[in-house]
């Protein structure tokens, strides 16, 4: 069984830029996860997704940050204009259903590197 | 809100002997737990988790834990360390409605 795929695995910007982060999950998996995991501490929720359907975006910065899951399978999250302060591993994981208890499936990571 | 406490940023054990890592809690019901391991540039991987029964769970790689509600504590732990266990381990909290609550980590390194 392939697990959850991410590119790129690594990209450095400049701060004002744009960037984009792809998700893909593992096959049949409905629920979707974008965290950011910034150096020295464990992941934070940015946005959960129910097939296409988003569930929780309570910590997603909203004024830069953006994510989509148009087919209910894989999922963008764009971060535009990026800030020093974005610099992290952006992780995506995914569950078969979205109950809390479920085992997450994550993916090797995008580390971003803002300048 | 729920909230994870681990105590410890690094510990450093040398090889063969037993590891213990802290685990504590702040939740409102019956949470559901789990330690999950980060080896560098590679995502989290989930060693065990507790939702309800038996409040020792084994898991992978030789870890278990145990759940001790009186002291909102799941410690982690294996008798014996290998040099390939070196790597960041994440407790973290959650329920049926509510995400994962992560731990900042404990980073593990293991000596000859």
């Known amino acids: 069984e392939a697990g959850v795929a991410q590119s790129p695995r690594y990209k450095i910007i400049e701060k004002r830029q744009s960037v984009a982060f792809w998700c893909n999950p593992i096959?049949?998996?409905?629920?979707l996860y974008w965290y950011q995991q910034i150096l020295g501490q464990g992941p934070k929720l940015l946005i959960q997704?129910?097939?296409?359907?988003?569930?929780?975006d309570s910590q997603l910065p909203k004024d830069r940050f953006s994510a989509e899951r148009l087919k209910g399978v894989d999922s963008t999250l764009k971060i535009q204009p990026a800030k020093l302060e974005d610099s992290a591993v952006y992780l995506c994981?995914?569950?078969?259903?979205?109950?809390?208890?479920?085992?997450?499936?994550f993916g090797p990571g995008t580390r971003l590197t803002v300048l | 809100a729920q909230s994870v406490t681990q105590p410890d940023i690094h510990i450093t054990v040398s090889e063969g002997a037993s590891l213990e890592l802290r685990c504590n809690y702040s939740?409102?019901?019956?949470?559901?737990l789990f330690w999950y391991v980060q080896s560098p540039g590679q995502g989290l991987q989930l060693l065990l988790k507790y939702f309800s029964g038996d409040t020792l769970v084994q898991g992978i790689k030789g870890f278990e834990a145990e759940f001790k509600r009186s002291q909102s504590s799941f410690n982690l732990r294996k008798p014996s360390v290998h040099w390939s266990d070196a790597a960041e381990y994440f407790c973290?909290?959650?329920?049926?409605?509510?995400?994962?609550?992560f731990g900042k980590g404990t980073r593990l390194s293991v000596i000859a």
């Open positions: 939740y409102g019901a019956t949470p559901y």
């Open positions: 973290a909290v959650g329920s049926g409605n509510t995400p994962l609550v």
């Open positions: 997704f129910q097939n296409n359907g988003v569930v929780d």
């Open positions: 096959s049949g998996h409905a629920t």
């Open positions: 994981a995914s569950t078969m259903q979205a109950g809390g208890g479920d085992t997450q499936y």
